[in-house]
């Protein structure tokens, strides 16, 4: 588990194909690694991966080819920059929430703009997880724990306070970049709970429960 607190901006030094996979090995910039063991997750862009070798100044991670498809980091390039998180302890503070490294989906950017010393993204989500998103509710983009400011169907916005582009991948953010996805936690398992069984039997069922339960009219 992670908070979506962004600990240090790291890069891709290399990339090896393996089989279908690929072994990552990451500069950690600032990260501070030691006391880290084998197997530590450590979250990449809001992926968790897990640390399978330490090198002098950073880690070693694998990412299967389900995670390649689903997640932004197949568009990595040696170079490019990442936000990293190591996982929650128990004397860890929560300043943003909880966040499993379980990425949903991709978002796209579609919109910026400057509002006072903030910058204001505008994002679009696939329909299918859309529901999830809520005014004012929490997200997690490329691993970073942000407050849903508006959303508008699938669009939702965000805003960045200047400490927050310039310590996290943000600031390379440009129209169409590609996000890692994370929706609340307690979102999911909320819909879940309220539409039991039938929920695979997908979101018009959903609806419907909501509506006889008057969450929605």
Not at 66 to 84: A, H, I
Request: charged share 20%; aromatic share 6%; glycine share 12%.
């Amino acid at each position: 588990m992670f908070t979506g607190i962004i600990q240090a901006i790291g890069y891709i030094q290399k990339l090896e194909q393996k089989g279908g996979d690929v072994r990552l090995t990451l500069n950690t910039g600032d990260l501070q690694l030691s006391g880290s063991d084998l197997g530590d997750s450590i979250a990449v862009n809001g992926v968790c991966l897990t640390a399978v070798e330490y090198t002098d100044n950073g880690f070693v991670a694998d990412v299967s080819g389900e995670t390649l498809e689903t997640t932004s980091l197949g568009f990595l390039k040696q170079g490019s920059p990442v936000n990293l998180e190591k996982a929650l302890t128990l004397n860890t503070a929560l300043g943003g929430h909880i966040v499993s490294g379980h990425v949903d989906g991709l978002g796209t950017l579609v919109s910026q703009r400057n509002e006072g010393r903030s910058i204001r993204y505008e994002f679009s989500v696939p329909q299918k997880f859309a529901h999830y998103i809520a005014e004012k509710g929490s997200v997690t983009i490329d691993g970073t724990s942000l407050t849903v400011n508006h959303v508008d169907g699938n669009h939702f916005g965000v805003n960045i306070v200047p400490h927050t582009r310039d310590n996290t991948v943000f600031k390379n953010y440009e129209i169409n970049t590609q996000v890692n996805i994370e929706v609340d936690i307690i979102a999911r398992y909320l819909e879940r709970l309220l539409t039991g069984q039938s929920a695979a039997q997908g979101d018009s069922q959903l609806l419907n429960t909501l509506s006889e339960s008057g969450f929605i009219k």
